[in-house]
């Protein structure tokens, strides 16, 4: 296949770059390195540095190389930003989606889109919460990505295409940013590896779905390869809380050092977890590394000095 990944050379894109060539399909990045780095893609890869708000462009892009599928990442992915500056949230989460929708269409593509699960459901949500919840996301970027979300449901209604959105939860492993929720994982990491004591903001029992990053590229391969479109969970079903990935991070080190406490930031939900059973039945994608396995191999690189081509 041919495949363009949007936000290829961001933390999950760059993995996802990486999978598709390992199984013999051919991939155009395009990327316009706000937040992505050159360093985390093979050399000779065909890197288009575009921004997605930017339609004529997006167009000429995908008319010139005429994709199968487009794996769709880029985004605006703080949600603190997205509180201070929703509008422009929303033109790169939602409008830059659209862009994409519309270029899909002139070439016969099929999207799959990187939503989220954690930001969507809100705090009243069951746990672990399905995919029929009525969302009620606690800032713009959730709602932007609902949004999305829905165009991608309304091409399919209007033009009979298969485009898929998948709500993952939090994605953690090598080539992550620190910031951001699961970027916590690498922060701790970097903090123990310097032998200083960790930040915990509140008590720590507030819990996320982790899952590791080779987990989720697996999810965006079984979507592409899928003829079936729709919205499916990506998480593994389980409550980690924070204070539980400190003695995970402890443990991968060989050491103890106790965390510090700080108070609870505004607006964070207390719980999160996502049911799978959907993207298991339907796409037979199943997460399958314990968070016991996945944070000693964060751990391992952070202790070799965060290179950005580390594998998944
Ligand atoms: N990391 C997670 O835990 C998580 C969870 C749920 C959903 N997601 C979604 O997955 C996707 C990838 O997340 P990530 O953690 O790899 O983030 P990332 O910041 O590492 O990657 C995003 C990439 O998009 C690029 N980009 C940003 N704005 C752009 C624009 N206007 N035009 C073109 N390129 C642009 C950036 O340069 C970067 O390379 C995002 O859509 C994010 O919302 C991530």
Redesign the pocket.
């Known amino acids: 296949m041919h495949v363009i990944v949007?936000?290829?050379?961001?933390?999950?894109?760059?993995h996802i770059v990486d999978a598709l060539i390992e199984r013999g399909d051919t991939v155009t990045v395009?990327?316009?390195?706000?937040?992505?780095?050159i360093a985390?893609l093979p050399a000779d890869v065909d890197l288009r540095q575009?921004?997605?708000?930017?339609p004529d462009a997006i167009t000429s892009v995908v008319a010139d190389t005429r994709p199968e599928v487009i794996v769709?990442?880029?985004?605006?992915?703080d949600v603190r930003t997205s509180v201070t500056d929703p509008a422009h949230d929303a033109a790169?989460?939602i409008g830059?989606t659209i862009n994409l929708l519309e270029a899909a269409r002139g070439v016969g593509a099929k999207l799959v889109?990187?939503?989220?699960?954690?930001?969507l459901y809100g705090q009243h949500a069951p746990l672990p919460t399905p995919e029929h919840t009525l969302p009620e996301p606690e800032a713009p970027?959730g709602t932007a990505?609902h949004c999305a979300e829905q165009y991608l449901g309304l091409f399919n209604r209007l033009y009979g295409t298969q485009h898929a959105a998948?709500?993952?939860?939090?994605?953690?492993g090598p080539?992550?940013?620190p910031g951001?929720?699961?970027?916590v994982i690498g922060i701790f990491c970097g903090r123990i590896v310097a032998t200083e004591p960790p930040t915990i903001f509140g008590d720590g029992k507030a819990t996320r779905d982790y899952?590791y990053?080779a987990d989720?590229v697996e999810a965006f391969l079984a979507a592409a390869d899928s003829e079936r479109g729709g919205v499916w969970n990506?998480g593994t079903g389980r409550e980690t809380s924070v204070l539980e990935l400190v003695e995970h991070v402890c443990r991968s080190a060989g050491y103890d050092i106790a965390p510090v406490f700080a108070p609870a930031r505004a607006g964070e939900l207390q719980h999160s977890a996502l049911d799978v059973a959907a993207a298991e039945r339907d796409l037979g994608w199943k997460a399958t590394m314990p968070i016991k396995d996945g944070i000693p191999r964060v751990y391992e690189w952070v202790a070799n000095g965060q290179p950005d081509r580390a594998r998944r």
């Open positions: 949007t936000g290829g050379a961001g933390f999950i894109g760059s395009v990327d316009n390195l706000s937040s992505g780095r985390r575009v921004d997605i708000t930017d769709h990442l880029a985004a605006q992915i790169v989460n830059g889109y990187a939503s989220t699960g954690g930001a970027y990505k998948l709500r993952m939860g939090n994605i953690y080539r992550q940013d951001g929720e699961a970027g899952v990053v989720a990506i």
